[in-house]
């Protein structure tokens, strides 16, 4: 589409910005400020896997790059506070983005590629819970196992 190439920077931008300010104040402030990856990987993470997916719903989309991408957002969200729309709904914001940016509307097939990126977003979330879970059933397995073989030695 013409005057993507030059309205790229602009559209990421806004998009980071977006999600960042999903998370409370005091983190939303440290990941716009701090700017040392090593430091901030959260808020590197975001905007890596941002352009990329950016790149991939105006460009080609190769599915070999939008999953990893979009992958590594979610893990990030899937463990922190957020709800299951709170923590995928960042993919929604870049159709407002690019249809105020581009003054009008987002192409038809970009619109559908964000709806098939949010929708994986969502079965990615719920895998990350999933695990999340079974992790903490096996530690309170081994907790009560490790309770009863103390009981037995008092």
């Not at 309205?7 to 806004?14: Q, T, V, Y």
């Not at 979009?70 to 929604?92: C, H, K, M, W, Y």
């Not at 079965?123 to 999933?130: F, G, I, K, S, T």
């Amino acid at each position: 589409m013409e005057g993507l190439a030059e309205k790229r920077g602009a559209i990421l931008e806004k998009w980071l910005e977006q999600t960042i300010a999903s998370y409370p104040a005091q983190t939303a402030g440290f990941l716009r400020n701090q700017k040392d990856r090593f430091r901030n990987p959260v808020g590197n993470t975001l905007k890596e896997g941002l352009a990329t997916l950016l790149d991939e719903i105006t460009g080609e989309m190769d599915t070999g790059k939008v999953k990893p991408a979009l992958e590594s957002i979610v893990r990030l969200r899937a463990v922190q506070d957020f709800t299951a729309s709170q923590a995928t709904g960042f993919v929604f914001t870049l159709r407002e983005i690019l249809n105020e940016t581009l003054e009008g509307c987002a192409p038809p097939t970009w619109q559908k590629r964000i709806d098939e990126i949010a929708l994986l977003a969502f079965d990615l979330y719920m895998r990350c819970r999933e695990e999340i879970y079974e992790i903490r059933a096996r530690e309170r397995k081994r907790e009560g196992f490790v309770w009863e073989r103390m009981r037995h030695r008092a």
